[in-house]
């Protein structure tokens, strides 16, 4: 037993002296470099009707899908009875075509044509 609370003393007198020494988010934020955005993250230009609609030239995927949905949720677009299902205003026909209604799944797809291809 008393090994065990030994090695248990000189564990925690290791670790105290460690966080004493220098704070580790200092030097971790130092060593790491910076991240590029990439993928859905990563702003890109986008086509007049959607620069309309949201009021921003460039925007990542993720952000324009995300004010998409809090314009749907303000309006109280989302059908009450089968809540997959989103009745368009005028303002969403813009962007998704001529359609009276589409399905929440759609949403990404119908506004991959509106983000500009870049390398």
């Known amino acids: 037993m008393s090994r065990v609370l030994r090695f248990s003393k000189s564990l925690m007198a290791a670790a105290s002296s460690k966080a004493t020494s220098a704070p580790a988010s ?24 959607l620069r309309r609609f949201l009021g921003v030239g460039e925007i990542s995927r993720a952000h324009a899908i995300k004010k998409v949905w809090e314009h749907i949720k303000s309006h109280s677009l989302q059908d009450p009875v089968n809540k997959r299902e989103i009745r368009l205003d005028d303002k969403l026909k813009t962007i998704f075509g001529n359609k009276d209604k589409i ?17």
Do not use: D, Y
Request: charged share 15%; net charge positive; glycine share 4%.
């Open 26 to 49: 200092s030097v971790a934020a130092s060593a790491q470099p910076v991240k590029k955005m990439a993928g859905i993250m990563k702003p890109v230009g986008v086509s007049p009707p």
């Open 103 to 119: 399905t929440m799944f759609e949403i990404a797809k119908l506004l991959a044509p509106h983000f500009n291809k870049s390398s």
